[in-house]
């Protein structure tokens, strides 16, 4: 792979730095994501609304996991 990429006519440092630009920015888009869900089931009255708050934030915290 390396001697391929090397050999390759592709500027691979600056696709691999927007790659890492992209994952970074997902990151803080899903930690924002996070804040809002744990303020809306600190809100939360009933227990169907808490489970659905905890069920999207358990996905954010799989996903943020998946890209680390």
Known sequence: RKKARQESALDWNTIFSFLNSVKEDLKNKLAQQMVFV???????K????????RVQLNKIERKLKKMN
């Not at 744990?38 to 939360?44: D, Q, T, V």
Request: aromatic fraction near 14%.
């Open 46 to 53: 009933f227990k169907k609304d808490q489970r659905k708050y």
């Open 38 to 44: 744990r303020g809306e089931l600190s809100k939360a």
